[in-house]
């Protein structure tokens, strides 16, 4: 349990530790929680009750990392945090700085190529940057391999009048010229509805190794990102159907936090993207967590998946009563394509807050009551 002298690594650093381990990791591997230390680096010394030193947008309670669990339909687990660095100083730039010494320090422990960093970091990184964050890292655990590393960039981060011409030339530098209208001639159809959210790159050298987009939809239906699937041939559409519906209970117009889409490409491939995932933020769209796990559920069990490995990650973050409050199921995504299908459910760690369960419903929602 946390008290107010708990440091947010002592309190990341357990959860995380009882989520690999009930994902099946060696005991004995201290890997994951050793890297997170590194991310956290002296933020993670900082005590709880002493609140947030920099407002990051990783988490709604300004919590700097956010765990995942990745259910492959193959049955094959991993553990991702999704973390920002903080400077000792935080602001925009010296996060920045902090988050490269990070890498230099990964890259030289585990041997991870930053090629595709190097080739973008120049104008996804400028000295000033502009928006919600500019450098964000998934670490992607599974039990017995290398940990691999991922980096989110900001395509606002120069203004958001110049996201679309950062995404085309950093498919561009990546030697992916054709990707970037084959994400968007689905996606970006609705103006300012449709907004570039990441473009994230995977730091390592398999042939699987990906380059992600990520696009919101704001006040989207089902057909909005049913459509948005289309630039992948094949998928399952109804499956998709299914996934905003009972995920989102009533709702009919995500008008909460939006929907996102993102599109996966692979060097092999620059031309069409391999896959295509929905993320739905459920957090918006519940009266609190006890009503998100059962909708979770079901559709894990409508997939074939046991919903057992759901309610043991969920315990290994938090035990509070899950009515008592909103947003340790943050999101949950479906991913769809050749390069692997499978649920993936985001989990807040509520280091510094817990979200009230919600009585009013969204503007522009039939209901998030049900
Ligand atoms: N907290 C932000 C949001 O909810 C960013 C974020 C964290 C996010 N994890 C995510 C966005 C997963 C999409 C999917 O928007």
């Given at each position: 349990m946390k008290n107010e002298t708990t440091t947010l690594f002592d309190h990341t650093s357990r959860q995380l530790r009882a989520l690999c381990a009930e994902a099946g990791f060696p005991p004995n591997d201290d890997t994951p929680v050793d890297m997170l230390s590194e991310l956290l680096d002296a933020a993670g010394h900082r005590r709880l009750g002493d609140g947030p030193a920099w407002p990051s947008d990783v988490a709604d309670d300004a919590t700097p990392v956010e765990f995942s669990v990745a259910l492959d339909d193959t049955g094959d687990r991993a553990v991702r945090v999704l973390g920002e660095t903080l400077a000792e100083r935080p602001g925009l730039s010296s996060n920045v700085e902090q988050a490269q010494r990070f890498l230099r320090r990964m890259s030289e422990r585990f041997g991870i190529p930053t090629d595709r960093f190097d080739a973008v970091s120049d104008l996804f990184l400028p000295e000033q940057p502009r928006g919600h964050f500019a450098f964000w890292y998934s670490m992607i655990f599974r039990p017995g391999a290398t940990p691999k590393l991922k980096i989110y960039f900001n395509p606002a981060v120069r203004g958001e009048g110049r996201a679309a011409e950062l995404v085309a030339e950093g498919f561009r530098r990546l030697g992916m010229e054709d990707a970037y209208a084959a994400a968007t001639?689905?996606?970006?159809?609705?103006g300012d509805a449709d907004r570039f959210t990441f473009f994230a790159v995977d730091l390592d050298d398999s042939p699987l190794s990906r380059v992600k987009l990520y696009i919101s939809h704001h006040d989207a239906t089902a057909d909005t990102v049913v459509r948005a699937s289309e630039a992948v041939d094949g998928l399952d559409r109804d499956g998709i159907r299914e996934f905003c519906g009972l995920l989102g209970g009533d709702t009919t117009v995500f008008a909460g936090r939006p929907l996102v889409s993102s599109y996966s490409f692979v060097e092999g491939d620059p031309k069409r993207p391999g896959n295509y995932s929905i993320y739905l933020p459920i957090r918006d769209y519940v009266s609190d967590d006890a009503r998100a796990r059962a909708r979770v559920a079901e559709f894990l069990h409508r997939r074939g998946i046991d919903a057992s490995g759901l309610d043991r990650a969920i315990r290994a973050i938090s035990d509070r009563?899950?009515?008592?409050?909103?947003?340790?199921?943050a999101h949950v995504s479906l991913r769809l394509g050749q390069f692997g299908t499978g649920t993936t459910i985001y989990l807040s760690s509520e280091g510094y807050d817990v979200l009230p369960p919600r009585v009013d419903a969204v503007a522009g929602c039939a209901s998030v009551g049900s």
């Open positions: 001639e689905h996606s970006v159809l609705r009563p899950l009515d008592a409050g909103r947003g340790l199921l």
